[in-house]
């Protein structure tokens, strides 16, 4: 029979095709690992720090404030002395704003809304346990991607 694999051939052939199959869906399953937005929809944050790259980390605490449970990464797109309640970007939802107390007084923070990086939980050393970049900083909507923020 011309054109015909032998027996032993197609058979291999179908199992791996039975093999791709099966791994197919796990790969998926794996790509679906995503923030859930609704979880960090808390608006307030009980810690923020300024990093050495020019990014601020806002970490959010449980209710009752004993334990970090999310953590994200903002640029920062303005650092201004003071407090600045009168703001116009304060009505601008494409801004957050972030108020501490510097060294030598107040501080204010005009970060973007979306954070870059999500995490959730922490380690010991205060990094997320799970953490997704969002390269387009949209907000979170599926177009995340897992990474790994710890050494």
Same mark, same amino acid.
């Given at each position: 029979?011309?054109?015909?694999l032998p027996f032993i051939k197609r058979s291999v052939v179908l199992?791996?095709?039975?093999?791709?199959?099966?791994?197919?869906?796990?790969?998926?399953?794996?790509?679906?690992?995503?923030?859930?937005?609704?979880?960090?929809?808390?608006?307030? $944050?009980?810690?923020?720090? @300024?990093?050495?790259?020019?990014?601020?980390?806002?970490?959010?605490? =449980? &209710?009752? *404030?004993?334990? #970090?449970?999310?953590?994200?990464?903002?640029?920062?797109?303005?650092?201004?002395?003071?407090?600045?309640?009168?703001?116009?970007?304060?009505?601008?939802?494409?801004?957050?704003?972030?108020?501490?107390?510097?060294?030598?007084? $107040?501080?204010?923070?005009? @970060?973007?809304?979306?954070?870059?990086?999500?995490?959730?939980?922490? =380690? &010991?050393? *205060?990094?997320? #346990?799970?953490?997704?970049?969002?390269?387009?900083?949209?907000?979170?909507?599926?177009?995340?991607?897992?990474?790994?923020?710890?050494?």
């Open positions: 029979m011309r054109g015909s199992g791996g095709i039975m093999f791709l199959l099966m791994i197919v869906p796990f790969v998926s399953v794996a790509c679906l690992d995503v923030p859930n937005p609704e979880e960090f929809q808390v608006d307030l $944050p009980s810690e923020s720090k @300024l990093l050495p790259n020019g990014m601020m980390v806002v970490v959010y605490s =449980d &209710s009752a *404030g004993e334990r #970090r449970t999310h953590i994200t990464i903002h640029r920062v797109l303005r650092v201004l002395p003071g407090r600045h309640p009168s703001l116009p970007e304060l009505r601008d939802p494409k801004f957050k704003v972030m108020e501490t107390d510097g060294t030598i007084g $107040p501080i204010t923070y005009l @970060l973007k809304s979306h954070a870059l990086y999500y995490g959730e939980g922490t =380690d &010991s050393l *205060g990094f997320p #346990r799970k953490s997704w970049i969002d390269p387009e900083e949209d907000g979170l909507n599926g177009n995340e991607h897992s990474v790994s923020l710890a050494g």
